[in-house]
């Protein structure tokens, strides 16, 4: 059964560092979405991405934070200068089809650690 | 902005029980409602995806029904096993299929 996969599973970065999260969304998948998680919180929306572009992010997303879909099958995101805080279970998601009728898909997650 | 919630935040069951996980949004203006579990640890697992205008759906144990006038969904586990033991999430989402989740129910089912 397709599945969305995401590396690395356990990154551990220094403050101030870059880090990209990588992730294989499901193939025919059109729609890519980035949530994280910090330890012991609700699950929050981070970004939604469509044809090359964000479709909406939230405000959490700020200037530190970018997506791209480097080629026909990776979505990633990286976090310019990472900070303590940024310490979360980051998710990426997909789904075939837009209009918010349609089931995401997770992946198994990428735990950032912050020292 | 929309508000999710999930009663209880936690369950404890013996083994063979019915059960109720309660889900309630405040926004009624939703897409469509999703149901997942995760497991300590690990990623989301979807479990039941209900379109804004679908009242309810099925897969094996599980039901979930959506009242989307009342803002309230619940999922219904019928004859819990311990395998069922995991934290249950409910998620709603409206434009651009932005997720809100709920801080889960955690389960535990004893043997």
């Known amino acids: 059964e397709p599945e969305v996969t995401q590396t690395p599973s356990h990154q551990v970065t220094q403050m101030g560092q870059e880090v990209i999260l990588r992730c294989v969304p499901i193939s025919n998948h059109l729609y890519f979405y980035w949530y994280r998680q910090i330890l012991g919180q609700k699950v929050e929306f981070l970004v939604s991405?469509?044809?090359?572009?964000?479709?909406?992010k939230s405000e959490i997303f700020d200037d530190q934070f970018s997506v791209e879909r480097p080629d026909g099958s990776n979505f990633t995101l990286k976090i310019r200068s990472t900070k303590l805080e940024d310490s979360a279970m980051y998710f990426c998601?997909?789904?075939?089809?837009?209009?918010?009728?349609?089931?995401?898909?997770f992946g198994p997650g990428t735990r950032l650690t912050v020292l | 902005k929309q508000e999710v919630t999930q009663i209880p935040a936690a369950l404890s069951v013996p083994e063979g029980e019915n059960l109720v996980l309660n889900c309630s949004f405040t926004d009624s203006a939703i897409y469509n409602l999703q149901w997942f579990r995760q497991d300590p640890g690990k990623g989301l697992t979807s479990l039941l995806l209900i379109q804004s205008s679908q009242r309810e759906q099925t897969s094996g144990r599980l039901n979930a029904s959506l009242d989307k006038s009342s803002g309230r969904s619940t999922l219904y586990i019928a004859a819990s096993q311990p395998g069922d033991s995991a934290t249950y999430l409910c998620?709603?989402?409206?434009?651009?299929?932005?997720?809100?989740f709920g801080s889960g129910t955690k389960l535990n089912v004893k043997p």
């Open positions: 998620a709603v989402s409206g434009n651009f299929n932005k997720f809100y």
């Open positions: 991405f469509y044809n090359n572009e964000i479709s909406e």
């Open positions: 998601a997909s789904s075939d089809s837009g209009g918010g009728s349609n089931e995401q898909f």
